[in-house]
């Protein structure tokens, strides 16, 4: 039990800290460049990626958000929100959780605003929480990377992939991502 509560300790600790953390990448040219890879990688898993990304106001790319618990868990990472190809402004996320939970995974995240409403309310909230300020629809692909007509109409689409960990929890709910400057 005392093991388990050190650890558990250590965790919050560690990411308590990578969330203080101003800028956790060296620069923005180097989180622009893993943005960039992450974009690609995302394309060779589904050719509806490509597609829907041609068509959305915007895109959210987190390149590694790192997600840990012992019982109690966390998740940060740090991305950048794209229009029209060019990067706007930079964003955390962070969200944490309680339940029987046990391991560390680095997943990447990548979120679509298929429409100007959407992200509109996205750029102009505080802290947007998905799930409260924003239903984001979780693309999963099917057979040959394609993804179904339902999640391809919503508002909001999002992505997770690379997942290589012992966490297999694939949601954005709870996450709050905030605007931050680099």
């Given at each position: 039990m005392y093991t388990k509560t050190l650890l558990t300790g250590l965790l919050c600790l560690l990411l308590t800290a990578c969330a203080s953390t101003k800028n956790h990448f060296a620069s923005k040219t180097e989180l622009d460049s893993d943005v960039t890879a992450t974009i690609e990688e995302l394309y060779q898993h589904s050719s509806s990626a490509r597609t829907l990304a041609r068509k959305a106001s915007a895109m959210l790319v987190f390149p590694a958000v790192v997600k840990g618990g012992v019982v109690v868990g966390g998740e940060y990472g740090?991305?950048?929100?794209?229009?029209?190809?060019?990067?706007q402004d930079y964003y955390n996320i962070v969200g944490g959780s309680f339940g029987w939970q046990l391991g560390l995974q680095v997943k990447k995240q990548v979120i679509l605003f298929m429409n100007d409403e959407a992200l509109n309310r996205f750029r102009t909230s505080s802290g947007w929480e998905a799930g409260v300020d924003?239903?984001?629809?979780?693309?999963?692909?099917?057979?040959?990377?394609?993804?179904?007509?339902?999640?391809?109409?919503?508002?909001?689409?999002g992505f997770i992939f690379s997942n290589k960990g012992l966490m297999y929890n694939l949601t954005f709910e709870g996450s709050k991502i905030t605007r931050v400057e680099m």
């Open positions: 740090e991305g950048a929100l794209l229009i029209n190809d060019r990067t924003g239903s984001v629809a979780i693309a999963n692909l099917g057979v040959g990377g394609e993804i179904s007509t339902e999640t391809a109409q919503k508002p909001i689409i």
